[in-house]
């Protein structure tokens, strides 16, 4: 039987909290770098790196949800899972004026994924099309096997991103929490920050329970409320 490779799609719908305004801390004049890859307006190659749960993703989902409002087909890869077939997943993407590969560090030591890799961005470059890039670590701190694929990195836009302290994590969650017309006071803020973790990814995941739970309960997300969901769900 012939090795099943991962489908992926070629287009995505961005969740409405992913998007470039709702991005808390960026560096300066990053939102507008990335506003102008999606648009066609900047230098053809950028790259974002930083720790676990930094907002990599967001930023990639947003930039090509703003590829698609000025009517540019984006297209999000992560290679999360397809070391050993890179090759098949990037067929023919040079056809989007924007792609955005995600987790480049998934596939680092892969010798024929990185080839793969490399071979997409020449062709993005030539066709002129944008490419957005984003791995924990720049590309020279990259376990490549490839030089002229950290050459091609390298020579993108490069920024690294923050890890939010509690002020810029407390603003996310007023986000989210505004952007769904929740009512979250700071007493409840406070006692979430100071139970849940500090990784972006699980705190986020844990927000989308309280909205789901507070909709179904009708219920305002109050400490009471707030324990009573989570410690449910620790049962």
């Not at 470039?20 to 300066?28: E, G, I």
């Not at 989210?176 to 973790?197: F, I, N, Q, T």
Request: one cysteine or more; glycine letters at 6%; hydrophobic letters at 50%.
């Amino acid at each position: 039987m012939a090795e099943l490779v991962p489908q992926l799609p070629l287009a995505l719908r961005a969740p409405p909290d992913q998007r470039l305004s709702r991005y808390v801390d960026a560096p300066v004049g990053l939102p507008e770098a990335l506003h102008a890859l999606a648009v066609g307006g900047a230098a053809a190659g950028l790259y974002l790196h930083g720790a676990h749960a930094t907002g990599k993703t967001h930023l990639l989902l947003a930039t090509c949800a703003e590829a698609e409002a000025a009517a540019a087909r984006a297209v999000y890869l992560t290679l999360q899972g397809l070391r050993g077939h890179v090759r098949a997943a990037v067929e023919g993407l040079e056809r989007a004026e924007l792609v955005a590969v995600d987790d480049v560090d998934a596939v680092a030591g892969s010798r024929d994924d990185e080839v793969a890799l490399f071979d997409l961005h020449n062709r993005l470059h030539d066709a002129g099309r944008g490419v957005l890039y984003a791995a924990d670590a720049a590309p020279d701190a990259l376990p490549l096997v490839l030089p002229d694929l950290r050459s091609r990195l390298a020579q993108c836009a490069r920024w690294t991103l923050p890890v939010l302290d509690d002020a810029g994590r407390a603003e996310l969650l007023r986000q989210r929490a505004a952007a769904r017309g929740l009512d979250l006071d700071d007493a409840a803020l406070e006692w979430l920050l100071r139970r849940c973790s500090r990784d972006l990814g699980s705190l986020t995941a844990i927000f989308e329970r309280l909205d789901r739970a507070s909709l179904a309960a009708q219920r305002r997300l109050t400490v009471p409320f707030l324990r009573q969901v989570l410690e449910a769900g620790q049962a």
